[in-house]
């Protein structure tokens, strides 16, 4: 059984590496840009704070080019992310589907083929949501989890050492 799961989870990235590596990379792109998220809301706090026009202006700059690089970068990961998971439940389709009409008579009798009928048929939402889209969700959750940290110690080294060895605790 093993040997078919491994099997079936190569299905997802046989010619499907560029699709999975741009949508790694719009995923580490998308990490950096919810991290700046926090820097440029700080135009708009101080702004209020100091009662500063200049301060609210840069706030509007930057907020400009915040979100058309998060819009074009929403377009990237939607193009290359849909296309890795098309791709890859395509591919998984064709291999259980070889599989199943590989099978001789005698061996569709022992019931092992209904594992593979069942993959093909009541799995496949499952496969994508849980083990594709789930994949892709953890990726960048701990890439903005590192992005974050990165950005706290370059602020406070003394305030992101404790933050950071709580959230190990939490996590843990």
């Given amino acids: ?4 799961r491994t099997e079936c989870e190569k299905q997802f990235y046989r010619n499907n ?4 590596v741009l949508s790694f990379l719009s995923l580490v ?3 950096v840009l919810n991290v700046l998220l926090a820097f440029m809301l700080q135009y708009f706090v101080e702004s209020v704070e100091f009662k500063s026009n200049d301060i609210l202006q840069k706030g509007y700059v930057v907020g400009t080019i915040y979100l058309i690089l998060y819009f074009m970068i929403s377009l990237i990961n939607r193009k290359y992310k849909n296309a ?3 791709q890859a439940l395509s591919q998984f389709k064709d ?8 099978k ?7 019931g092992e083929s209904s594992k593979f009928i069942s993959a093909f048929s009541n799995d496949l939402n499952t496969i994508e949501a849980n083990y594709l ?3 892709l969700n953890l990726i960048l959750t701990i890439l903005t989890f590192f992005a974050a940290i990165i950005s706290m110690m370059l602020l406070n080294v003394k305030l992101a050492i404790p933050i950071i060895v709580t959230s190990i605790i939490c996590c843990v």
Avoid: C, P, W
Wanted: proline share 0%; net charge positive.
């Fill in 29 to 31: 792109l998308t990490a």
């Fill in 84 to 86: 890795y998971m098309n």
């Fill in 133 to 135: 889209q789930g994949n």
């Fill in 1 to 4: 059984m093993r040997r078919i």
């Fill in 104 to 110: 001789s008579v005698a061996q569709l009798g022992e």
């Fill in 95 to 102: 291999y259980i589907f070889d599989k199943i009409l590989h």
């Fill in 17 to 20: 590496k560029k699709n999975f």
